[in-house]
């Protein structure tokens, strides 16, 4: 009797070893196929990617500076003046004003040393002369039109702005828009200047051209 108890007790142990062992390779092989076992979690985080500024297409080089100029439109929108990444004078700022917005720059550092607008239309030409003369050799001047910049606009300070680099501020009139990127003290042409002619067959707006704009990467003074 007793060895017939055994007896069971013996098939009934390997008959459950049998069902785990057939249980566990089966769900060794489910694994497999599904490919759990498989998953590793590693990290690919790296260094974040660096973004352009300003709202350019591109990063520009460690050695220069980024920047975008948009001039008025007509008489309702002001401009904006984007520098290295920071809106320095925009319409929603409410830091801008009628005739030229100028933000000066060291052009080492990249530091904003001064920011305001010139009064074309009803300033004293002598004192914008004067504000001019002031700005140090070597900065980085950033300049966009809001209305009319030629209304007190004289040859001595149209000079101030050709000694930047400007090649065109000598044909701005009336009403034009005007954007201009240049550096105090150089006399080496800009390649940052555009202009948009006030022409009644032309203008997009009542009276005022259609918006101009210009960016890009202005390199950093090395030396004047």
């Not at 030409?125 to 700005?135: G, K, R, V």
Request: charged content about 20%; proline content about 3%; hydrophobic content about 40%.
């Amino acid at each position: 009797m007793k060895d017939r108890t055994s007896l069971t007790l013996t098939a009934v142990i390997v008959l459950l070893l049998i069902f785990f062992l057939t249980s566990f390779d089966a769900q060794e092989k489910a694994h497999n196929v599904l490919g759990f076992n498989k998953i590793h979690t590693t990290s690919t985080t790296g260094p974040a990617k660096a973004v352009p500024k300003c709202s350019l297409s591109a990063v520009c080089p460690s050695d220069h500076f980024a920047f975008k100029i948009q001039s008025g439109a007509a008489n309702v929108v002001g401009p904006k003046i984007c520098f290295d990444g920071k809106n320095i004078m925009s319409h929603i700022m409410n830091n801008v004003g009628r005739g030229l917005n100028i933000v000066v720059v060291n052009g080492e550092n990249g530091v904003v040393e001064k920011f305001g607008h010139l009064n074309m239309i009803s300033g004293n030409s002598a004192d914008i002369l004067a504000y001019l003369n002031e700005i140090k050799p070597g900065m980085i001047v950033l300049v966009a039109s809001f209305d009319d910049a030629a209304t007190k606009m004289t040859d001595e300070i149209r000079q101030m702005f050709v000694e930047m680099g400007s090649t065109l501020i000598g044909s701005v009139k009336r009403r034009d828009n005007w954007v201009f990127a240049g550096r105090t003290g150089i006399k080496i042409k800009s390649f940052f200047e555009q202009r948009a002619e006030n022409d009644k067959e032309t203008n997009i707006f009542d009276g005022w051209p259609g918006m101009v704009e210009v960016g890009g990467c202005f390199p950093r003074t090395i030396g004047v």
